[in-house]
Nanobody, 127 residues
């Protein structure tokens, strides 16, 4: 089975925090980078953050640097996105994705580089 399940979304006031989780179905994905993307209504799906297969290299889009932290725990088959100082413009559906090829040292940032996607979790930040 190929399965990715996001959780942790919800409604939060500006300045608050949320932690998103993405659990995956197979230990095989321990050798793949994992990414978080988000899509607001009427807009493109945009890169947020990504982590490589062993958790040693990460990348994030400029708008979330210093506020969001990505991490992974391969023993738990889980990748996390810790979000702090949330802003209304962070409101979107957040998607977890698995890289299309294993063992990449630097995690990719383009959605086209990812092969499998979760169902998404809604994050709404009120002002």
């Amino acid at each position: 089975q190929v399965q990715l399940v996001e959780s942790g979304g919800g409604l939060v006031q500006a300045g608050g925090s949320l932690r998103l989780s993405c659990t995956y179905s197979s230990r095989a994905f321990d050798s793949f980078a994992m990414g978080w993307f988000r899509q607001a209504p009427g807009k493109e799906r945009d890169f947020v953050s990504a982590v490589n297969y062993n958790g040693q290299n990460t990348d994030s889009t400029d708008s979330v640097k210093g506020r969001f932290t990505i991490s992974r725990d391969n023993a738990k088959n889980t990748v996390y996105l810790q979000m702090s100082s949330l802003k209304p413009e962070d409101t979107a559906v957040y998607y977890c994705a698995v890289d299309s090829q294993p063992w990449r040292t630097r995690p990719p940032t383009r959605s086209s580089e990812y092969g499998y996607w979760g169902q998404g979790t809604q994050v709404t930040v009120s002002s």
